[in-house]
């Protein structure tokens, strides 16, 4: 009986480990918000429940939900998504109504690897492929690009904006964007969809590490070429 017991408690904590370790679970972690979905949050699949929850939340509460898409954002602010909270991370793929969107829950590496099957890549993107394109681009997040690359930013062509107070979706250019979510009432806005585009072709690059201690390697480092650039110090 002892060792049925033992296998048991194993089986269930490997059993819970590897639950934890799934890409959900991980979200909920990164914002502060395990246990989470028993307090009247929110993880929509598509646009009609996603629009739901919002209106749900927002009679109910008078504010806007906190929106949460991978996490990241959260855990590196050391800050937890506090009241009604919708996540995103089951708000992805591209949109049925129009293919050359995509929602605004997908990861950028969920993204690459559907750009790989037609041979063509991002330009540059955030250092962490597994953000939300919502946060990428409500939150000007960003890559370490060098000269021969391009910004980040110029991989959306547009998106589609709620305004969960008012109900109004608008579509919006990146300089737009960056106006409202820079603004004070960021937080009433949330990014449905986006439409990407500046793809450049998926060629092998090849990566190098430069020791800095001169000013003739720094100048190495420096010299025109570069897709990417990254220094660490310390």
């Not at 590897?18 to 972690?29: F, Y």
């Not at 737009?176 to 439409?195: T, Y």
Request: hydrophobic share 40%.
């Amino acid at each position: 009986e002892r060792y049925i017991i033992a296998f048991s408690v194993a089986f269930a904590l490997i059993l819970y480990t590897v639950v934890l370790r799934m890409h959900s679970p991980r979200v909920l972690i990164r914002s502060g918000a395990f246990p989470a979905l028993l307090r009247g949050d929110a993880t929509p699949k598509n646009e009609a429940a996603f629009l739901g929850a919002v209106v749900r939340i927002y009679r109910k509460t008078r504010k806007p939900p906190t929106i949460v898409g991978s996490g990241w954002g959260f855990f590196l602010k050391h800050d937890g998504a506090k009241g009604k909270r919708i996540f995103t991370h089951n708000f992805k793929g591209r949109s049925p109504r129009n293919l050359k969107r995509w929602r605004a829950g997908t990861t950028i590496a969920h993204v690459a690897k559907e750009l790989l099957k037609d041979g063509v890549a991002f330009g540059s993107h955030p250092t962490m492929d597994y953000i939300s394109l919502g946060a990428w681009f409500s939150q000007a997040n960003h890559g370490n690009s060098g000269d021969r690359g391009i910004a980040s930013s110029k991989c959306l062509k547009n998106a589609r904006v709620l305004n969960m107070v008012t109900g109004e979706i608008v579509l919006m250019q990146y300089k737009e964007i960056r106006i409202l979510f820079d603004g004070s009432d960021a937080g009433n806005h949330v990014i449905l969809d986006v439409e990407l585009h500046n793809f450049v072709p998926n060629i092998d690059v090849q990566k190098r590490g430069i020791i800095i201690n001169s000013p003739e390697t720094a100048a190495e480092w420096l010299s025109p070429g570069a897709y990417l650039r990254l220094c660490f110090q310390g």
